[in-house]
């Protein structure tokens, strides 16, 4: 394989992409000329597509950040001089040394856009100084877990929903795989040469909607009234699956319906267990533990035990499904009657049916309600596949120095942090691999009122981004190509490939860049904390192999050169992870906030609202074929494919406005406007537009699509697990500006 | 019958993803102009649909050189610049090529670039190259649906014959009577 000046590396395509493809680096006297997908030891799961192949084209984009720089104007300003690396890293420390001083060492946050790596040294940095790490799943993709975590016990469910083998339906809420996840598509393709029914639920008639048998639109952000609907169509002709109820979830457990809380043996037996659930055993005509031998469990009813009125949480489902009338949930969702009752009718006696949920829609404020919704409706109908998700990714990093110990904090609540300094100022910002400014929301909102609040900005990057621009201090970083990693297992969908694998430098750092991991013990050992950073790439990555869960599969470094390893199945994680070890449709821990049922909630911007009057249109930002986000947006094969921005708005919205096929339009609402293209056109419902987002501010006419948006919290979702970033949940009006 | 290489796409596997394209760019080192477009088929733009909602209908297509048995490009070149090998593989000999464009003029299926930097057209060669060393064209290896095929289409024993059959697939504009090297297998009807 290898001559003196020609070598082929195993690597991966580590690029803001989920997947993270193996591929193959062709190098040529320390050039990479060529990438192509790697074999894999299954070739299902060999492949490359258009971004990956593009990465090139970034690695030696001229627009490279090549050295240390300092501001010399005023923030944003982009005025720069070149300085050295010594000088770069002994400024920062020193500034962040008075900040901790002045502060505390809390005050000094990482925000780090990873999917694990040895990018967590940051986080092993931060936990070490005691420092802040922004934990930034909330940019977008927290509330869907949300919804599972109180479900599942597990904030990736999609195991449970997809898992099943040769599905007879597959419906498709809200995703749009054939661009964003090659892997799910692939096996939804197999599915429907297999014969499989393929439905797809999306406001937007996408390239996987062009494959459905039947594409079905909704209004955005009412999945969950559908879902309910169809739960309703399905009680209300008894089509649950009592039996996979009764084994499988909270279903036959009683709830004291004053408290919210599941009535516990001990509060029926004095020597109970305040562990045990209680069920009604309808033979003996009693409340009895769930694990009573021969229990006839009730699922419906009102019970009175010692004075208590208690009701299986089957029975307060039911309570709530019945508001979901047909007519109720066609009025919110736009969809006719008889589509929901088809539904409820495929979920019922078409099964097994795998549902794909995508993450778009949870995008919307109360998305975690909607992943509830529909994982109830998989459970009454005996639609879940009853195997836990593979592996918890972030286990496999615990063992960096002080990552344990690292003070997490949402992204959106740093947002009020760095504002209020609640509930801990945060005065010295680190960002690396993450284009806030560009890829959070409210880019008004951080420019405007929270940037100016910090002392310390720094980023690391391999470009000027939106964000780069707004440091004090620049620093080249390197791309995948040009550092050492170990990716992890990661199958979000139980289609992704879970592998371990090793991300092997192909080529050295190009200009003066270094890698993060460099970056950090360079740091550390400024910071007198360099005896816990000595460690080389290579040998950190020893010592997670060493340890814990990959020690005990053997996966080894030897291995893992050759190429991509098979991440064995656990042994040890149970079905459920929730605290009943059951599919827990009821939760006790959200009888506080109202939603200890899915329950249906408008969306916060919704058309039904009265701020609908000033901006009619839902804005919605969705993720393409051409960027990984905002990576690659700048690479030049990708603009071929899509060379600008453009709105897309359905003729039925353009037409009072005046607007016609390629104008330019302004869309605005009060936190910002963003002007470019429009492209009209019916794939996209009436109601509703939609631009495809990474694009970088210099791509539009004027302003950007994350002006647009907001970063207000949900409650629900700080409570279960992190507060997400409702994108998809934000209303504009759009002006014509001029003729195209 | 003779070994004829040539490739059979199946149109309902094909998401559009685009992937060919910058695949062909990659390995012939194209700049801005590729040996394979894609087009869809529905609505006016890209990724839009022909019909009113809910009867929408699009599917997309990918076309490269047809390697056709019959191309009419051969004799629209002045030069003699373009000629088929006998396995099938339509080529253009770049050195022999003045840039007079006519072949482009003369190809149904727009599958001749024009490479401005080196005033010469450009088309798909089926990977040559690649086929030699054993390999299958890089557009092939690179579709991320395996909605490609490449193999001998008159050998009825290859996989690519064999796909071409059971998906009943078709030919391009078969009135022209070019014989496309070239098979599209259709999008399944939708489920009732």
């Given at each position: 394989?290898?001559?003196?000046?020609?070598?082929?590396?195993?690597?991966?395509?580590?690029?803001?992409?989920?997947?993270?493809?193996?591929?193959?680096?062709?190098?040529e006297?320390?050039?990479?000329?060529?990438?192509?997908?790697?074999?894999?030891?299954?070739p299902?799961?060999?492949?490359?597509?258009?971004?990956?192949?593009?990465?090139?084209?970034?690695?030696?984009h001229?627009?490279?950040l090549?050295?240390p720089?300092?501001?010399?104007?005023?923030?944003?300003?982009?005025?720069?001089?070149?300085?050295?690396?010594?000088?770069?890293?002994?400024?920062?420390?020193?500034?962040?040394?008075?900040?901790?001083?002045?502060?505390?060492p809390?005050?000094?946050?990482?925000?780090?856009?990873?999917?694990?790596?040895?990018?967590?040294?940051?986080?092993?940095?931060?936990?070490?100084?005691?420092?802040?790490?922004?934990s930034?799943?909330?940019?977008?993709?927290?509330?869907?877990?949300?919804?599972?975590?109180?479900?599942?016990?597990?904030?990736?469910?999609?195991?449970?929903?997809?898992?099943?083998?040769?599905?007879?339906?597959?419906?498709?809420?809200?995703?749009?795989?054939?661009?964003?996840?090659?892997?799910?598509?692939?096996?939804?393709?197999?599915?429907?040469?297999?014969?499989?029914?393929?439905?797809?639920?999306?406001?937007?008639?996408?390239?996987?909607?062009?494959?459905?048998?039947?594409?079905?639109?909704?209004?955005?952000?009412?999945d969950?009234?559908?879902?309910?609907?169809?739960?309703?169509?399905?009680l209300?002709?008894?089509?649950?699956?009592?039996?996979?109820?009764?084994?499988?979830?909270?279903?036959?457990?009683?709830?004291?319906?004053?408290?919210?809380?599941?009535?516990?043996?001990?509060?029926?037996?004095?020597?109970?267990?305040?562990?045990?659930?209680?069920?009604?055993?309808?033979?003996?005509?009693?409340?009895?533990?769930?694990?009573?031998?021969?229990?006839?469990?009730?699922?419906?009813?009102?019970?009175?035990?010692?004075g208590?009125?208690?009701?299986?949480?089957?029975?307060?489902?039911?309570?709530?499904?019945?508001?979901?009338?047909?007519?109720?949930?066609?009025?919110?969702?736009?969809?006719?009657?008889?589509?929901?009752?088809?539904?409820?009718?495929?979920?019922?006696?078409?099964?097994?049916?795998?549902?794909?949920?995508?993450?778009?829609?949870?995008?919307?404020?109360?998305?975690?309600?909607?992943?509830r919704?529909?994982?109830?409706?998989?459970?009454?109908?005996?639609?879940?596949?009853?195997?836990?998700?593979?592996l918890?990714?972030?286990?496999?990093?615990?063992?960096?120095?002080?990552?344990?110990?690292?003070?997490?904090?949402?992204?959106?609540?740093?947002?009020?942090?760095?504002?209020?300094?609640?509930?801990?100022?945060?005065?010295?910002?680190?960002?690396?691999?993450?284009?806030?400014?560009?890829?959070l929301?409210?880019?008004?909102?951080?420019?405007?009122?929270?940037?100016?609040?910090?002392?310390?900005?720094?980023?690391a990057?391999?470009?000027?981004?939106?964000?780069?621009?707004?440091?004090?201090?620049?620093?080249?970083?390197?791309?995948?190509?040009?550092?050492?990693?170990?990716?992890?297992?990661?199958?979000?969908?139980?289609?992704?490939?879970?592998?371990?694998?090793?991300?092997?430098?192909?080529?050295?750092?190009?200009?003066?860049?270094?890698?993060?991991?460099?970056?950090?013990?360079?740091?550390?050992?400024?910071?007198?904390?360099?005896?816990?950073?000595?460690?080389?790439?290579?040998?950190?990555?020893?010592?997670?192999?060493?340890?814990?869960?990959p020690?005990?599969?053997?996966?080894?470094?030897?291995?893992?050169?050759?190429?991509?390893?098979?991440?064995?199945?656990?042994?040890?994680?149970?079905?459920?992870?929730?605290?009943?070890?059951?599919?827990?449709?009821?939760?006790?821990?959200?009888?506080?906030?109202g939603?200890?049922?899915?329950?249906?909630?408008?969306?916060?911007?919704?058309?039904?609202?009265?701020l609908?009057?000033?901006?009619?249109?839902?804005?919605?930002?969705?993720?393409?074929?051409?960027?990984?986000?905002?990576?690659?947006?700048?690479?030049?094969?990708?603009?071929?494919?899509?060379?600008?921005?453009f709105?897309?708005?359905?003729?039925?919205?353009?037409?009072?406005?005046?607007?016609?096929?390629?104008?330019?339009?302004?869309?605005?609402?009060?936190?910002?406007?963003?002007?470019l293209?429009?492209?009209?056109?019916?794939?996209?419902?009436?109601?509703?537009?939609?631009?495809?987002?990474?694009?970088?501010?210099?791509?539009?006419?004027?302003?950007?699509?994350?002006?647009?948006?907001?970063?207000?919290?949900?409650?629900?979702?700080?409570?279960?697990?992190?507060?997400?970033?409702?994108?998809?949940?934000?209303?504009?009006?759009?002006?014509?500006?001029?003729?195209? | 019958?003779?070994?004829?290489?040539?490739?059979?796409?199946d149109?309902?596997?094909?998401?559009?993803?685009?992937?060919?394209?910058v695949?062909?760019?990659?390995?012939?080192n194209?700049?801005?102009?590729?040996?394979?477009?894609?087009?869809?088929?529905?609505?006016?733009?890209?990724?839009?649909?022909?019909?009113?909602?809910?009867?929408?209908?699009?599917?997309?297509?990918?076309?490269?050189?047809?390697?056709?048995?019959?191309?009419?490009?051969?004799?629209?070149?002045?030069?003699?610049?373009?000629?088929?090998?006998?396995?099938?593989?339509?080529?253009?000999?770049?050195?022999?090529?003045?840039?007079?464009?006519?072949?482009?003029?003369?190809?149904?299926?727009?599958?001749?670039?024009?490479?401005?930097?080196?005033?010469?057209?450009?088309?798909?060669?089926?990977?040559?190259?690649?086929?030699?060393?054993?390999?299958?064209?890089?557009?092939?290896?690179?579709?991320?649906?395996?909605?490609?095929?490449?193999?001998?289409?008159?050998?009825?024993?290859?996989?690519?014959?064999?796909?071409?059959?059971?998906?009943?697939?078709?030919?391009?504009?078969?009135?022209?009577?070019?014989?496309?090297?070239?098979?599209?297998?259709?999008?399944?009807?939708?489920?009732?």
């Amino acid at each position: 394989m290898t001559t003196a000046n020609k070598k082929l590396v195993p690597t991966v395509c580590h690029s803001a992409c989920g997947s993270v493809c193996g591929l193959l680096a062709h190098v040529e006297d320390g050039v990479l000329t060529k990438v192509e997908a790697q074999d894999m030891p299954d070739p299902r799961h060999r492949h490359i597509c258009a971004r990956g192949l593009s990465t090139i084209q970034m690695v030696y984009h001229p627009d490279r950040l090549k050295y240390p720089m300092k501001r010399v104007g005023e923030r944003g300003e982009g005025k720069w001089e070149r300085i050295s690396w010594d000088e770069a890293l002994d400024t920062i420390t020193d500034k962040l040394k008075k900040i901790r001083e002045e502060y505390g060492p809390q005050s000094l946050m990482w925000c780090v856009s990873t999917i694990g790596g040895l990018d967590l040294s940051y986080a092993s940095l931060a936990g070490t100084l005691q420092g802040t790490f922004a934990s930034i799943i909330g940019d977008g993709d927290s509330a869907g877990p949300c919804g599972d975590m109180a479900s599942f016990g597990a904030i990736w469910g999609d195991c449970y929903l997809t898992g099943m083998e040769n599905p007879e339906v597959i419906i498709a809420w809200g995703t749009n795989p054939a661009e964003t996840s090659v892997f799910g598509m692939r096996q939804i393709q197999a599915d429907r040469e297999r014969g499989a029914r393929f439905i797809v639920i999306d406001p937007r008639f996408t390239p996987t909607a062009s494959k459905a048998d039947q594409y079905i639109r909704i209004r955005p952000g009412t999945d969950t009234a559908l879902a309910l609907g169809i739960m309703h169509v399905i009680l209300e002709k008894g089509l649950q699956d009592d039996s996979f109820i009764l084994e499988n979830t909270v279903g036959p457990f009683l709830v004291n319906t004053q408290t919210g809380l599941f009535l516990k043996e001990n509060e029926v037996i004095a020597e109970g267990s305040d562990q045990k659930f209680m069920i009604w055993d309808t033979s003996a005509n009693e409340a009895r533990p769930s694990d009573s031998s021969n229990p006839t469990p009730a699922l419906t009813g009102t019970f009175t035990i010692d004075g208590i009125e208690c009701k299986p949480a089957f029975q307060l489902l039911a309570d709530i499904v019945k508001e979901y009338t047909p007519v109720k949930v066609s009025e919110i969702t736009e969809i006719p009657e008889d589509i929901i009752r088809e539904l409820a009718l495929y979920y019922a006696q078409r099964k097994p049916v795998a549902s794909y949920r995508g993450m778009g829609m949870q995008r919307t404020f109360h998305g975690d309600l909607t992943y509830r919704a529909i994982n109830t409706l998989a459970a009454i109908t005996g639609n879940l596949h009853l195997e836990a998700p593979q592996l918890p990714v972030y286990e496999l990093y615990m063992y960096l120095h002080g990552i344990m110990t690292c003070n997490m904090m949402p992204i959106l609540k740093a947002y009020d942090a760095i504002e209020t300094g609640d509930p801990s100022p945060i005065k010295a910002l680190w960002i690396a691999k993450q284009n806030w400014v560009n890829q959070l929301p409210d880019s008004g909102r951080t420019v405007r009122d929270l940037f100016p609040k910090l002392d310390l900005i720094v980023v690391a990057d391999i470009f000027m981004t939106a964000s780069a621009r707004y440091a004090d201090i620049v620093l080249p970083a390197c791309t995948f190509y040009e550092q050492m990693d170990l990716m992890p297992p990661i199958n979000v969908v139980p289609s992704m490939p879970a592998y371990f694998k090793l991300q092997q430098r192909a080529i050295e750092p190009l200009h003066e860049a270094r890698p993060d991991t460099e970056i950090v013990r360079e740091l550390a050992r400024r910071l007198d904390l360099g005896e816990y950073f000595e460690n080389s790439d290579e040998q950190m990555i020893e010592l997670l192999l060493s340890t814990g869960y990959p020690a005990e599969m053997g996966i080894t470094m030897e291995k893992l050169k050759q190429g991509p390893v098979k991440a064995p199945r656990r042994p040890d994680i149970p079905t459920f992870s929730t605290p009943s070890g059951k599919m827990e449709f009821y939760s006790e821990k959200l009888f506080g906030l109202g939603q200890q049922l899915p329950c249906y909630k408008e969306p916060l911007e919704s058309v039904r609202t009265p701020l609908s009057q000033k901006y009619p249109l839902t804005f919605l930002t969705t993720h393409t074929r051409f960027r990984s986000h905002s990576t690659l947006a700048n690479v030049q094969r990708l603009r071929e494919l899509e060379p600008e921005p453009f709105l897309q708005m359905n003729p039925s919205d353009a037409e009072p406005r005046g607007i016609n096929d390629g104008d330019i339009v302004r869309a605005f609402n009060d936190r910002g406007t963003m002007k470019l293209k429009v492209n009209v056109h019916q794939a996209i419902q009436p109601g509703t537009v939609n631009v495809n987002q990474g694009w970088w501010p210099e791509d539009f006419i004027e302003g950007t699509h994350q002006e647009l948006t907001h970063s207000v919290v949900n409650p629900a979702q700080d409570l279960i697990y992190e507060p997400n970033s409702a994108y998809y949940d934000v209303l504009v009006e759009v002006e014509k500006v001029r003729e195209g | 019958m003779s070994k004829r290489y040539g490739l059979v796409i199946d149109l309902d596997r094909c998401t559009g993803c685009l992937t060919c394209i910058v695949a062909c760019q990659t390995e012939h080192n194209l700049e801005q102009i590729s040996g394979i477009r894609v087009e869809t088929v529905g609505g006016t733009g890209r990724d839009t649909p022909s019909g009113t909602y809910p009867n929408f209908s699009m599917h997309y297509l990918p076309i490269p050189c047809m390697h056709c048995a019959e191309p009419p490009c051969i004799p629209a070149c002045p030069a003699e610049a373009i000629s088929k090998r006998l396995d099938g593989i339509v080529l253009v000999d770049e050195a022999k090529c003045d840039g007079c464009l006519m072949c482009m003029d003369a190809c149904p299926y727009g599958a001749i670039v024009n490479k401005s930097n080196t005033n010469t057209v450009w088309k798909c060669t089926l990977c040559d190259h690649r086929i030699e060393q054993g390999e299958v064209p890089f557009c092939v290896d690179c579709c991320e649906m395996e909605a490609m095929f490449f193999g001998d289409i008159n050998d009825p024993s290859t996989q690519v014959s064999q796909w071409a059959e059971k998906r009943n697939a078709y030919l391009y504009k078969p009135e022209l009577d070019t014989n496309p090297g070239v098979r599209y297998c259709p999008p399944r009807d939708k489920q009732k």
